[in-house]
């Protein structure tokens, strides 16, 4: 099943703030998908924001990823300017998930639908990844909205998408007060639009909210061994030392068991050598640390080799994505003399968008402007 972020912040279109503005600000704290909801703007207007939205997300690294409601054409448009938004959200009278797969540029984007009752559930097309659940309770935000469902309407919701392997998003009135109930309904996610842009402090709210959803469902077992993802200067190697001490497990540091075994930097090795051989020098290292469990933070590329995640899984370990905003990244990486790959910005946000969708295949760490030990000892609440 598709991993999705606890909260999805979902753009309010009645706000004064425009539409970009309002993605721009919540991927700034922290937030790795936006739906951008343009109703009831104008098409025109609606194009102009989505089309700013995303150029700005693929200039800070594919960050954060957009999913466009109901406006098929709008994603078509955008896929056509090689901006092709990471989904397509679509409600029951919009088109079906499977003709709009079809259409160009679409092929790969993710298909969301809106669900309210038992029927809808079963019914829905296997196209879709993901799917709203709801409404939870009448909400100010839609007038238009079906009966609400409740916790229970919830929790058959869930339970029927999940058989289907299509992750069930919580909609509808909620706050962070239902956010327990919710993720015990088996909810994945919650979709807010109303609390989230009350909240004065929305970063604070996704922490609060990401801290319910491990409660319920912490994303690993301890014992497990965990190999720590995502860019470079996400903090995995930081985060990585501190987990690895406070579950009582050996860590290791990919770049450094390389660094020792070359007995030169990375920077050396990418100068003398070049990255083909830095790569063939993880792909080389990764299985000798996987061979009893231990926390392992790789390198900001390694996750991208077929064989390096492939060993990962083999060995039993959970992968764990430090998902951390890359211009955040950037701030504490780039230019450091031995990151050779973080040397201009517009190349480290070229790479680490191509990186993501790779990343966001394995269960997210959000930090949230939080250090690496409020992390931890978050995690392990
Ligand atoms: N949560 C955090 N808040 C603030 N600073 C952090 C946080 N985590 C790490 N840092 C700092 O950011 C810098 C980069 O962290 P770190 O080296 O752990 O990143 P990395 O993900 O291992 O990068 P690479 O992929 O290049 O190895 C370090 O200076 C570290 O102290
Ligand atoms: O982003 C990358 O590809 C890299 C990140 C670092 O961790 C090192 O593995 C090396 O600098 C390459
Ligand atoms: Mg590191």
Redesign the pocket.
């Known amino acids: 099943m598709l991993h999705l972020p606890p909260l999805y912040p979902i753009t309010d279109a009645t706000l004064a703030e425009p539409l970009s503005a309002q993605i721009r600000r919540l991927g700034e704290a922290g937030f790795p998908l936006v739906q951008f909801r343009g109703k009831p703007l104008d098409t025109q207007t609606q194009w102009a924001e989505l089309r700013q939205a995303l150029m700005e997300a693929a200039a800070n690294g594919g960050w954060p990823f957009i999913c466009v409601n109901d406006r098929a054409d709008l994603a078509m448009l955008a896929a056509r300017e090689g901006l092709a938004p990471w989904g397509l959200h679509l409600g029951q009278e919009d088109l079906p998930a499977i003709e709009a797969r079809r259409l160009p540029g679409l092929a790969q984007v993710h298909i969301g639908a809106s669900t309210h009752e038992a029927g809808e559930f079963e019914a829905l097309d296997t196209a879709c990844d993901h799917a709203g659940v709801g409404p939870f309770r009448g909400t100010a935000t839609k007038a238009d909205h079906a009966a609400p469902i409740g916790l229970e309407g919830l929790r058959a919701g869930c339970t029927a998408l999940r058989a289907r392997d299509i992750a069930p998003i919580a909609i509808g009135g909620l706050g962070l007060a239902d956010a327990e109930a919710c993720f015990e309904a088996g909810a994945e996610s919650l979709a807010m639009v109303g609390e989230i842009h009350r909240a004065a402090d929305p970063a604070a709210l996704g922490w609060e909210i990401q801290r319910r959803r491990w409660r319920v469902r912490p994303p690993f077992a301890r014992g497990q061994g965990l190999a720590i993802i995502g860019?470079?200067g996400a903090g995995k190697s930081t985060f990585g030392r501190q987990l690895a001490f406070a579950l009582s497990l050996p860590f290791h540091d990919?770049?450094a068991v390389i660094e020792d075994g070359e007995g030169r930097p990375?920077a050396e090795i990418?100068a003398a050598s070049g990255e083909a051989a830095?790569r063939a020098l993880?792909a080389s290292h990764l299985p000798t640390l996987l061979g009893r469990p231990a926390v392992v933070a790789l390198?900001?590329?390694?996750w991208e080799s077929p064989g390096n995640r492939a060993a990962v899984r083999a060995a039993g370990f959970v992968p764990l994505w430090l998902a951390e905003a890359p211009a955040r990244a950037w701030e504490r990486a780039g230019r450091d003399p031995n990151?050779?790959?973080?040397q201009s910005r517009e190349a480290f946000m070229a790479?680490t968008a191509s990186r993501m969708a790779a990343w966001s295949q394995a269960p997210m760490l959000l930090a949230f402007g939080h250090s690496s030990a409020e992390l931890v000892s978050a995690l392990l609440d």
């Open positions: 860019g470079s990919l770049d990375v990418f830095f993880e390198g900001g590329g390694a990151r050779p790959l973080a790479r």
